[in-house]
């Protein structure tokens, strides 16, 4: 359980951390990007960053409930987890670094 929370803090500072600095003055955020690069759909900002926060709460919370929970199982959800908003994170930039040109 310690670690499922402490996963979901580390991704709400990483989640504020880019709303502050990650495309300033960009009011929508890509969210999907195509396989040749271009954006599929965008979001609000706060939705965008907020997105796999709440979705990792959703699961993580899920896994704590269920009758089978394992410390394996939590540590390999906050992985991933983890990973995803820090591939997302990375793309935006990447996206706005690109798109500024």
Do not use: E
């Not at 969210?31 to 990792?56: C, Y």
């Not at 540590?75 to 670094?97: D, E, K, N, P, V």
């Amino acid at each position: 359980m310690i670690l499922a929370i402490g996963t979901l803090i580390v991704m709400g500072i990483l989640a504020a951390y880019a709303n502050r600095t990650v495309a300033p003055n960009v009011a929508k955020l890509p969210m999907q990007w195509s396989l040749k690069g271009k954006v599929n759909w965008t979001a609000p900002r706060a939705i965008a960053f907020a997105f796999i926060p709440v979705l990792a709460a959703v699961v993580l919370v899920a896994i704590l409930l269920g009758d089978r929970a394992r410390n394996t199982n939590i540590a390999l959800m906050s992985g991933i987890f983890l990973a995803c908003q820090l591939l997302h994170i990375t793309l935006t930039q990447r996206w706005f670094t690109t798109s500024r040109r």
